[in-house]
């Protein structure tokens, strides 16, 4: 991890998009992180706002709280040499300088920003500009002059400190997210702001809001061999490392004959290749993706595409993540779907009833508690019993119900809906320990 040699962190303040809440809390469960803030956008603006508003929850606790801001989609192998950077920059931030972190160049890389070095300050340098990202020529003459970093993304920042200066050359950023925090409110261990002032701010990264205009802006160079993994061409780079002459990087089974420099990724069947050469090939239960890795970039015109269409691909996918584990669609056809359900250890899905649909449950794996009701909303004389492996049970359409597992193991179950009307917004929420909603517009169960 890469904050295990940095000194006196407090726990990871998270911010993310809600749809991604429960992935994100998942994520960091697995990762063993201890107990952190999640801080809801209702909706993405960019890392300005983002930044304001955990500026000002950061500021809750600590009156003089400085943030160490990284993107999730970073790779930093050296983590000592990172922690030595960071340390650096808490120098500079103590002096009152707001501090991004450059990567010194190993090769003439269009996909970056680049900055310009001003002069010495302590341990690293003014900020003389920021650079858009160049064309090849423009590209080797940055890395020739010696004058140029990457811009990675990564900042130190005094959190008092940047509020100013969003006041100071963004006020309407700063008036929107100040409104939006105002109207905060927690929900289980994640941070609701109000949605209505943060949805009517404007988009805008850090660089362009702020330092691209302040006078407290100052870079420290590192090499902790770091990569930006946000685009196919990256990931291969990555990958990579370490592989034979053919240049390929695999990932999960792949099988490849008189292929070179491909990136292939599977994640639930077989993929194959037969002479091809330099391609993108990513297979996931959503989707399969082919792109030449010179055009891997453009995939965001098919996403474009897809939000046009109303492709289910675009809203959600095959596995959805929820606060008690999470689902995952097998097969779905007029009039039936399955899926399987994954609980977590003391996880109990909300007392809930549908309209439209019935359910057959057959347990595979660990315990289930079952709790059902009389039918159509009645849910007096309710009753629970348990259903161990190879046991199955059956909920008419209109019958209250709830799932829950008791055990010390997850609980796996396949679900068999059946009905004229399978949308996931057919659900009558009663009661739940997660403090959602009494009616939900989707399977949170």
Known sequence: MRLAHIEGCASPLVVCNDEHRFLVAEQLQTAGVPATTILLEPIGRNTAPALALACMTALEDDDDASLLVMPADHVIDDHVAFA?????????????????????????????????????????FQVDAFVEKPDSERARTYLNSGDYLWNSGIFLIGARH???????????????????????REDMDFLRIDPRPFTECRS?????????????????????GWSDIGSWDAIHDLKRRGAGEDGNAVHGDVLLHDSTGNLVRSESRLVAGVGVKDLVIVETEDAVLVANREHAQETK???NALKEAGRAEFQSHQSVYR????????????????????VKPGGRLSLQMHHHRAEHWVVVAGTARVTLGGGHGD?????????????????PLGTVHRLENPGLIPLRLIEVQTGVYLGEDDIVRFDDIYGRTPTGVSHDG
């Open 204 to 224: 805008e990264s850090i660089d362009y809001a702020v330092m691209e205009h302040t006078q407290t802006a100052a870079v420290v160079p590192m090499d902790p």
């Open 379 to 395: 849910s007096e004389s309710m009753r629970s019993f348990l259903l161990s492996e190879d046991e199955s049970t059956y909920i």
């Open 84 to 124: 030595e950077a960071v340390a650096k920059g808490r120098d500079l931030v103590s002096q009152g300088q707001l501090v991004t972190f450059g990567i010194e160049p190993s090769s003439p890389h269009t996909g970056y920003g680049y900055i310009r070095r001003g002069a010495a300050l302590g341990a690293g």
């Open 323 to 342: 606060p008690w584990g999470h689902y995952r669609a097998l097969v779905s056809f007029e009039g039936f779907q399955v899926k399987e359900i994954v």
């Open 162 to 184: 940047y509020l100013r200066e969003l006041s100071e050359y963004a006020p309407d950023i700063l008036e929107h997210c100040q409104a939006a925090y105002e109207g905060r």
């Open 301 to 303: 015109q098919i996403v």
